[in-house]
């Protein structure tokens, strides 16, 4: 069975840190792009980060630059998302994302892009 889960979620203040991680099994997800995104209350699912499978590319949405890292441990089936400085608007259900296709070093930004998914974890920022 294929499953991707989150976890390392939680309620923090406005700059503080928090660190995802997205544990996969069922599959050699280490050989595929893989990627975040968040769905805030009322909005809609939006691209954070992705890593390709060799983490040779990785990319980021313009409002996480430079306090957000996504890496990978292909060697422990999983993925992370660094994450510093939160602020309240990082509030959301963040998600990690897999594409079917392997060994690609592209890094893939849109939801449709992505074949399999996980059922999310909380962050919440107080301000």
């Known amino acids: 069975q294929v499953q991707l889960v989150e976890s390392g979620g939680g309620l923090v203040q406005a700059g503080d840190s928090l660190r995802l991680s997205c544990t996969t099994s069922?599959?050699?997800?280490?050989?595929?792009?893989m990627g975040w995104f968040r769905q805030a209350p009322g909005k809609e699912r939006e691209f954070v980060a992705s890593i390709s499978w060799s983490a040779l590319n990785s990319h980021y949405a313009q409002s996480v630059k430079g306090r957000f890292t996504v890496s990978r441990d292909n060697a422990k089936s999983t993925m992370y998302l660094q994450m510093n400085n939160l602020k309240p608007e990082d509030t959301a259900v963040y998600y990690c994302a897999a594409v079917e296709i392997r060994y690609s070093d592209y890094v893939f930004l849109m939801e449709d892009q992505y074949d399999y998914w996980g059922q999310g974890t909380q962050v919440t920022v107080s301000s």
């Open positions: 069922g599959r050699a997800f280490s050989r595929s792009t």
